[in-house]
């Protein structure tokens, strides 16, 4: 991965900020080699004699290939395509020449990673203080986030979030999401704010810096675990975070 390369910080605080939720404020989708991993060794005597590395593996390298390609209805039935894509990792082991796995248990594997996912969401260390501070501050402040409108909005409930923001974009609540630019222009237009005076901070190169800067937003990635952007990426960030507690003033 390339080294971090980040512009200046800016000193002065915008009027408004976007903020993306899953692994933003919530660690959420990330490291997904981890979580296959576990999973596979949940289900390793089922597996069997198939090492559950492999079958975590292949069921990832699908899942990543199903991804790059799915069109955004997709989000908004994840159970399902964590499905295909469990099916999909175990097709493409049967025709590598290994065992050929049922569908009922690519089911329950894909079932128990989403119910994983759900058991290991927290929030970052020090998300809810700074959010807290920046709206302290007169921040006006958007959670604009992608994904299924059940599902997001019991997150919202679940981690404290519906107090915290003046306007909450659940991509499922109301027919669109990022990276489509009316996502960015809808939630500055239920703060009152323009680009110039908004900020943009999230997780997805695509989703929270690309557009973003093409209407004028300023854009900051964050990078959780200090991975650095692809190698041979062409997007530059405005700023690269790795918790939004960076972006709390020292002084205010």
Not at 55 to 83: C, I, P, Q, Y
Not at 107 to 121: C, H, N
Not at 183 to 201: N, P, R
């Amino acid at each position: 991965m390339a080294m971090n390369t980040t512009k200046p910080a800016i000193k002065q605080l915008p009027r408004a900020m976007l903020i993306d939720m899953d692994d933003t404020i919530l660690s959420a989708y990330g490291r997904p080699e981890i979580a296959w991993n576990t999973i596979a060794n949940e289900f390793a005597a089922e597996l069997a004699p198939l090492p559950p590395e492999l079958v975590a593996t292949e069921v990832l390298a699908f899942a990543r290939n199903f991804w790059a390609h799915a069109d955004a209805s997709w989000r908004m039935k994840l159970g399902e395509a964590r499905h295909i894509t469990v099916k999909g990792g175990f097709a493409a082991l049967a025709a590598a020449g290994h065992r050929a796995l049922p569908d009922d248990l690519a089911i329950r594997l894909a079932d128990r990673f989403t119910t994983y996912r759900e058991e290991e969401m927290f929030v970052f260390p020090g998300a809810h203080e700074a959010i807290d501070k920046f709206k302290a501050l007169g921040i006006k402040l958007a959670l604009v986030t992608n994904g299924a409108a059940d599902m997001q909005r019991a997150k919202v409930q679940r981690f404290d979030l519906a107090h915290r923001f003046d306007h909450i974009q659940i991509e499922g609540e109301h027919g669109f999401g990022k990276p489509e630019e009316r996502a960015y222009l809808h939630a500055m237009d239920a703060l009152g704010v323009t680009a110039k005076d908004t900020w943009m901070i999230g997780d997805n190169l695509e989703w929270e810096v690309v557009t973003p800067q093409r209407l004028g937003i300023y854009a900051i990635w964050i990078d959780v675990h200090g991975e650095g952007l692809p190698e041979g990426s062409t997007i530059k960030p405005d700023r690269i975070i790795r918790s939004l507690t960076e972006l709390v003033p020292d002084r205010v």
